[in-house]
């Protein structure tokens, strides 16, 4: 039996409170990144949701804001970098995915995506465990382990045709760690906030060693809070 905090079963009230509201941010802003929004991802999205409410109680999986601010800060701007995403059947990676953001969100709109979570935190790991369970999610894992890590075990070498972050890993060293993953025609998806130039020309450096070139800048203004989203996207070419 779940025992929660006076804040959390308030929280959850108002979760229930706000569903017609929930829907109309969800599928409002998916319609106006291009994203197709089933009733069945809509369902998903709101277990996903309640879910990350209980657990952020016991772990730091986000920063909540307000209850009507999750859904755009986290959800949405996940879905911003589906439109980058080449192969829709492939198998994408989700480097450092914390309370599974942006490969869940993604998952639920791409069903046909093989995703995997990599997550160095056990208690996050276990968290997306159970989500996967809660929300019956197919075709998607979660890897406990870093990314530099990965390469040793032979499955995952050049084994994924996406590879996605929201975590805050420098450019250099991510297209670095990403190399050994990351399949031949492969795309990198680095979302950042703010963009910082040095780091972009670092990047530049890196990308002879590795074969992986900046393939487009592209800001994205994320739908209901109008807060900015740049994704970076680079091309493995060899």
């Given amino acids: 039996m779940r025992i929660f905090s006076i804040d959390t079963i308030v929280f959850l009230c108002q979760i229930d409170a706000m ?18 929004m089933s009733d ?5 999205f709101e277990k996903y949701f ?12 986000i920063s909540v804001r307000s209850v009507l601010a999750l859904p755009s800060r986290h959800f949405l701007d996940s879905l911003t970098a589906c439109s980058f995403i080449a192969n829709r059947d492939g198998k994408l990676l989700d480097v450092g995915s914390g309370a599974g953001l942006p490969g869940i969100p993604i998952k639920i709109t791409n069903p046909s995506l093989h995703v995997t979570l990599l997550e160095s935190s056990r208690k996050k790991t276990s968290f997306l465990k159970h989500v996967i369970r809660t929300i019956a999610l197919k075709n998607i894992s979660v890897f406990h382990n870093r990314l530099e890590d990965l390469p040793l075990r032979p499955s995952h070498r050049q084994a994924f045709d996406t590879v996605i972050t929201r975590a805050s890993l420098k ?7 990403t190399s050994p993953v990351l399949a031949v025609n492969g795309v990198l998806i680095a979302m950042k906030g703010p963009l910082d130039n ?15 070139y900046l393939d487009g800048m592209h800001t994205i203004s994320v739908p209901i809070s109008g807060e900015s989203r740049n994704c970076l996207v680079y091309k493995k070419v060899s």
């Fill in 19 to 36: 569903e017609f509201d929930f829907r109309t941010i969800m599928i409002r802003g998916s319609k106006e990144l291009g994203v197709a």
């Fill in 198 to 212: 040095k780091e972009i020309e670092a990047s530049k450096k890196v990308s002879k060693k590795t074969g992986i």
């Fill in 50 to 61: 309640k879910e990350i409410i209980i657990w952020n109680e016991k772990i730091n999986l």
């Fill in 171 to 177: 450019l250099p060293q991510l297209i670095t760690l």
């Fill in 40 to 44: 069945d991802a809509l369902a998903q």
